[in-house]
């Protein structure tokens, strides 16, 4: 591919990264991907992916948030610590914040003050948000739609539903991260309805490595463990369902990733060894 892509949610900072980040990071390079947007999911880890992309410039960059399974710790004194990580040039994005009824790690009330926190440091950075939803699309929508004029953008990240939710969040003006969940025929025939349909200026790829593992890679992994050496599987199948070529898919969601996260427009070199 000319176009290298960029895969806008890893979560390098995981434990199971650990003893061979510096691998993971070269074999998704030598795969095309040049950059990333590495996952905070709450203020350790946020602080981590900052520190990360500051040590890797113009390859990683990162978020900073409170995940909806960790809403119950939100308070004014960790506002102010994510704020202070929004100041910093390679943290790109609230978040990942929103609303998961599904796993219900969090009271759902704390997870909405939360989100509606997050939201309020977005309008005050100016910097879009990394959205979450799962099971929750109604109490989303409706506090999304409440505040959507005070936010300058966002992304729904790891998208899995189908055209109806989809066309809810193009009303919103979002963009949309599609993950391997659209590789799994069991249970992604929605989002693989949905993938034709996001428009072209709006199309985002990622892992959300280390989870969600294309499930028809071949030969498959010996781990179960997602890497983002592996987007170029997914860009292939979004291309697909779309009739498009991968070049197209691939040249489109880099000019998208640069612009809703503000990247540095200039390519990086894709090399074997770096």
Not at 73 to 93: G, I, S
Request: negative net charge; aromatic residues 6%; glycine residues 6%.
């Amino acid at each position: 591919m000319a176009h290298a892509l960029i895969d806008i949610g890893s979560n390098l900072t995981h434990p199971s990264f650990a003893s061979d980040l510096h691998q993971v990071i070269g074999r998704a390079m030598e795969a095309g991907v040049a950059r990333q947007v590495v996952t905070g999911t709450d203020l350790a880890s946020s602080r981590a992916a900052a520190d990360l992309a500051a040590r890797h410039p113009r390859m990683l960059w990162s978020t900073a948030g409170v995940h909806p399974h960790h809403a119950a710790a939100f308070e004014p004194a960790l506002e102010a610590h994510l704020e202070e990580l929004l100041a910093l040039p390679q943290v790109v994005a609230v978040g990942e914040c929103g609303l998961d009824y599904f796993r219900d790690l969090a009271p759902r009330p704390a997870q909405r003050a939360a989100f509606l926190g997050q939201l309020e440091i977005a309008a005050r950075t100016g910097k879009p948000v990394f959205l979450h939803q799962r099971d929750a699309h109604a109490d989303f929508i409706a506090i999304l739609t409440e505040h959507r004029a005070a936010l300058s953008s966002g992304v729904a990240h790891c998208f899995t539903e189908g055209p109806a939710e989809l066309e809810a969040y193009l009303a919103l003006d979002l963009s949309i991260g599609i993950t391997g969940w659209v590789c799994d025929e069991r249970r992604g025939g929605a989002l693989r309805a949905a993938v034709p349909r996001i428009p072209r200026q709006k199309l985002l790829l990622e892992t959300d490595a280390p989870y969600l593992l294309p499930r028809d890679l071949k030969p498959a992994p010996k781990s179960r463990r997602n890497e983002p050496a592996y987007l170029p599987h997914i860009a292939a199948t979004v291309a697909s369902l779309r009739g498009e070529s991968l070049e197209s898919v691939a040249e489109a969601a880099t000019q998208n990733a640069v612009r809703l996260f503000g990247l540095d427009s200039a390519q990086p070199a894709v090399t074997k060894g770096w």
